[in-house]
């Protein structure tokens, strides 16, 4: 099976504007979960998608957005950026149920970088 | 919300001696405990996890304790090798219906020095 796939692998983007990164599961896969990765703060929950629901969500303001469609794929949205959303966004899969004890199969990443 | 604190954030040993990094949580009903090894530039991937009706888990120079009652858990490697160095997070997460939401630990850097 391919892997967790994140499109693209590299964007850099000016304050104020906003982006949209994409994720594509693990066929199979109907959780998808998106963490935010910076030198200081760690690996942070933003939020997780399952059956194109959002089932959970992290502490990130409202500027930060996603949706899952029906083949599972994902996308994450960032509006008005700030210089602070520079980071690796990471996203990761588990098989089915995801009741939360599943090994999460990570995507690459993208590297944002806000200027 | 849950928190996980994970100490010391690098360390460095020598190879063929053992890694020891330790991590607490805040949520005492959290269930699931589950460790990720970061090489450089690649994404992390697990190495071990331990559910909270077990006390150690082990597997093969990798093992994992867990003290629910002090709401702590480490990771031992032992005869630590090269290939061991990378960045280890720590998470957290209660086993429900709903979900994935791990919180992971701040991560540390591990050196193996030949």
């Known amino acids: 099976k391919a892997g967790v796939t994140q499109t693209p692998r590299y964007l850099i983007k000016t304050r104020g504007q906003q982006v949209t990164l994409s994720c594509s599961p693990i066929s199979g896969h109907r959780s998808v979960s998106w963490y935010q990765q910076t030198p200081g703060q760690g690996l942070q929950f933003l939020f997780e998608y399952f059956s194109e629901t959002q089932r959970n969500k992290g502490n990130f303001p409202g500027r930060f957005s996603g949706r899952q469609f029906s083949n599972s794929r994902s996308e994450m949205n960032v509006s008005t950026l700030e210089l602070g959303d520079s980071a690796l966004y990471l996203c990761a899969s588990s098989e089915p149920p995801a009741m939360g004890d599943e090994k999460l199969f990570f995507g690459s990443g993208t590297q944002l970088s806000v200027l | 919300g849950e928190n996980v604190e994970q100490h010391p954030s690098t360390l460095s040993v020598q190879e063929g001696d053992s890694a020891v990094i330790k991590c607490t949580y805040s949520?005492?009903?959290?269930?699931?405990f589950p460790w990720y090894k970061q090489e450089l530039g690649k994404r992390p991937q697990l190495i071990i996890d331990?559910?909270?009706?077990?006390g150690e888990k082990k597997d093969q120079r990798i093992a994992v304790t867990l003290n629910k009652t002090a709401k702590h858990f480490s990771l031992h490697i032992t005869e630590t090798q090269p290939e061991d160095s990378a960045v280890y997070f720590c998470a957290a997460n209660l086993i429900k219906a709903a979900g994935n939401k791990l919180t992971f630990g701040g991560g540390t850097r591990v050196l193996v020095k030949p």
């Open positions: 949520d005492s009903a959290s269930n699931y």
């Open positions: 331990i559910r909270s009706n077990v």
